[in-house]
């Protein structure tokens, strides 16, 4: 028992039992300094021996009050992360928008940690870059700061996130203006916290905590962080995951519109040119493809005939054949010369294709008053004439690819046609079509199948053709687009 008879005013006052564990451990320490004030201030020779004893003692109980208040502390801040976290993963079990549960992780932090601005960043693997995802507690000009400096592509070493990124391992810098890696956004921050971000072992990103105080941060901070930081990850795997279910879904739908429109640019009804019989297929290798091809109406006696590729495949070859199209399809009207009308194309695509695209083609006019075939060819596998009692002739008269030399020159050449010919327009998906001998298609097979199947109409033996090409190529082997038209000089039709 402390003696009565010590006055009041020379002991501190006891900590009010009812305060919670945090306000209680401060009180203590105001104690324990009072008393150790006490101690040097005041006179020993006014204190008895057991009085002495008695503050000794109390210092004693100070010690141990506060030790088992910062035990209560240390539970009290567990349980409540414990909560703050069961409840974060209820949101991210949910679901909640990945945005929301983001915000909510930063805002359950502030609840255990002490900070001023934080950030989340996700790391690009593809860009190997490293992007902002969310920020608080910087102003709108910091923030654009943020962003842009991301943007433009930070090194390993250049600022504290892009260290903690590149190398995987957490980082305190206590007083950041000592710390050569350090890159200041917000002029406040006196010291920085960041950890990686890891989902199933993989690098994702970072977390970064900001503080106006030197030194804010502990070692238990950095233990919760890295608790947060598993949250948040598992947040942006799932986002990442919607992200890419969008992606694929918006790429599917693109796929299909453009699927659609690339076989709108495909005849679907053969015109009638008596006495001549047209058919033709087209198989692109993907969703849509780079090959074109078309029969034209010119003038009453004649039909435009067009067989192209484009170099590639996909979406972007589709997008060059459709420049394509549109500019032979005006210039073919134009009654120009058919050397002309490749020179002006070629023109045209040297303008406005990217580097390193093309296109192969043939244009030929087919005029069925003399029976005359006027072509030019730029750079495309040579078309077939097939002819009774003759051997197989190529039309491989032109000049260069287009949209490759500016000021390209062409020649065209005349072909007279008589009863039973065959003309069969193709691109390289028929003839470089590959077996499981790694054994080309080949011109031979195509002359051989179309001699075999000549008596069919000309839609008839297209199918054939394409379905012996089909038969022919390996079933898992990726194949190019393939693209064939057939015109046959049927003698017994008149118009």
């Known amino acids: 028992m402390i003696d009565p008879h010590v006055p009041d005013h020379h002991l501190p006052g006891r900590v009010d039992a009812g305060l919670d564990a945090t306000r209680s451990l401060a009180a203590l320490e105001e104690l324990e300094r009072r008393v150790y004030e006490f101690l040097r201030v005041d006179d020993p020779a006014k204190l008895g021996t057991l009085q002495i004893e008695q503050l000794q003692s109390l210092l004693e109980e100070i010690g141990s009050a506060r030790q088992n208040l910062r035990l209560q502390a240390e539970f ?29 992780i930063l805002e359950s932090l502030r609840q255990v940690v002490e900070f001023d601005a934080a950030g989340i ?11 902002v995802d969310m920020l608080a507690g910087y102003g709108g000009a910091q923030r654009r700061r943020v962003y842009t400096k991301f943007q433009e592509g930070v ?17 305190y810098v206590p007083d950041v203006h000592k710390d050569s890696r350090y890159v200041e956004v917000r002029p406040t921050t006196q010291s920085e916290l960041a950890v990686p971000i890891f989902v199933r072992d993989e690098l994702i990103g970072a977390f970064n905590l900001e503080s106006d105080k030197l030194d804010a941060f502990s070692e238990r901070d950095l233990r919760t962080l890295l608790t947060f930081a598993s949250h948040a990850g598992v947040a942006l795997e799932r986002a990442r995951a919607d992200r890419e279910r969008q992606h694929t879904q918006r790429i599917a739908e693109e796929l299909a519109l453009a699927r659609r429109i690339h076989t709108s640019f495909q005849p679907k009804v053969f015109p009638a040119f008596a006495p001549y019989d047209l058919g033709g297929m087209n ?5 849509v493809g780079g090959d074109y091809y078309d029969f034209v109406n010119i003038t009453e006696d004649d039909l435009g005939i067009i067989m192209s590729d484009v170099a590639g495949h996909g979406v972007a070859a589709a997008l060059l054949m459709a420049n394509f199209r549109a500019c032979i399809r ?6 120009y010369a058919i050397r002309t009308i490749l020179e002006r194309v070629n023109e045209f695509l040297v303008e406005t294709n990217p580097p390193d695209s093309f296109v192969t083609a043939v244009y030929g006019v087919l005029n069925r008053k003399y029976n005359v075939l006027t072509y030019s060819n730029a750079g495309h596998n040579p078309p077939l004439l097939l002819r009774v009692g003759e051997e197989p002739r190529l039309l491989d008269t032109g000049g260069p690819i287009l949209g490759v030399l500016p000021e390209a020159k062409y020649v065209e050449a005349q072909v007279e046609l008589v009863p039973g010919d065959v003309l069969i327009f193709y691109t390289d998906g028929v003839t470089e079509a590959r077996n499981e001998a790694d054994e080309e298609f080949g011109l031979s097979r195509l002359i051989d199948v179309t001699l075999k199947h000549r008596s069919l109409s000309a839609y008839e033996l297209a199918r054939r053709i394409s379905h012996e090409v089909h038969s022919f190529n390996v079933p898992d082997l990726t194949m190019d687009d393939l693209t064939l038209s057939v015109v046959k000089y049927d003698a017994t039709e008149t118009h």
Do not use: C, W, Y
């Open 76 to 104: 009290e801040r567990e349980r409540q992360e414990n909560a703050i976290l069961q409840e974060v993963s209820l949101r991210l079990s949910s679901a909640a928008d990945i945005r929301d549960v983001l915000r909510a």
């Open 155 to 171: 090194k390993h070493g250049e600022g504290i996130v892009a260290t903690v990124v590149f190398s995987g391992k957490p980082l």
């Open 330 to 335: 005006i210039e073919s009207r134009a009654h």
């Open 121 to 131: 960043f996700v790391f690009n693997k593809v860009m190997q870059q490293i992007e």
């Open 283 to 287: 198989f692109p290798s993907s969703e």
